[in-house]
């Protein structure tokens, strides 16, 4: 793609999946630095009706990142994260999983830790009555603000079974998932029947963590 071309936009209808009313889906590609060419794709309706995602144009097969997070440096590594991106952190046995409602973004791996970090915060506070419960949400609140500040290591993997996800880093280890691993893992994706522009939507996202 040339440099004029790296920021294409057009856009599809369709009819929105909860009121019917007509859908514009807005699409425009762009460029990452050292990875390659993506698709930013997102739609709104009056009824309340949201969708976005990003699609990256070079990457097809079902993928694993792995990073482990050791300081600052590491914190700054570029992550994108699909709607078919699941998310895990496996010292805390946090599992991050896609859904209808989850969106898509770029980010980079201290954004995804602050990002988890508010959802074990709120979980806590649920859990205000189990105690076992809390003193363990406190423990992992603790182990991720320690990898923000870059004090703790930590490992942050994404799988993705469309290969739409990444971290992008000369330490991150790649590898090529097998079948029935891709299987396995949730899409979150709308599903576009091109007969009948109709959609088919996945389960809500959904954040597992040893405070569940």
């Known amino acids: ?3 004029n071309d790296s920021c294409q936009k057009f856009v599809t209808r369709t009819s929105c999946p909860l009121c019917r009313e007509e859908l514009i889906i807005s699409w425009q590609s762009d460029e ?4 390659g060419e993506v698709m930013y794709i997102t739609a709104s309706c009056s009824c309340s009706f949201r969708f976005a995602d990003t699609l990256i144009l070079t990457q097809k097969e079902p993928m694993r990142y792995e990073l482990l997070v050791e300081g600052l440096e590491d914190l ?3 992550v994108v994260r699909s709607t078919s991106g699941t998310i895990r952190i496996p010292e805390l046995g946090i599992d991050v999983e896609p859904g209808s409602i989850s969106e898509s973004y770029i980010t980079n791996i201290e954004g995804i ?3 988890i970090l508010n959802v074990v915060i709120t979980a806590t506070k649920w859990c205000e ?5 809390r003193l363990r949400g406190l423990e992992v609140q603790e182990v991720l603000k320690g990898a923000i500040e870059g004090q703790r290591s930590i490992t942050v993997v994404i799988e993705d079974p469309f290969g739409n996800s990444a ?3 000369e330490k ?3 590898s090529v998932l097998a079948p029935e691993e891709a299987g396995c893992l949730k899409t979150g994706m709308i599903v576009f029947d091109t007969n009948s522009s109709e959609m088919e939507l996945d389960a809500s996202d959904s954040e597992h963590s040893l405070t569940d």
């Open 167 to 169: 971290i992008i880093s």
């Open 129 to 133: 009555d189990d105690e076992e419960k």
């Open 113 to 115: 830790l602050d990002r």
């Open 172 to 174: 991150v280890k790649s």
């Open 1 to 3: 793609m040339s440099e």
């Open 76 to 78: 700054n590594s570029r």
């Open 32 to 35: 990452i630095p050292y990875f």
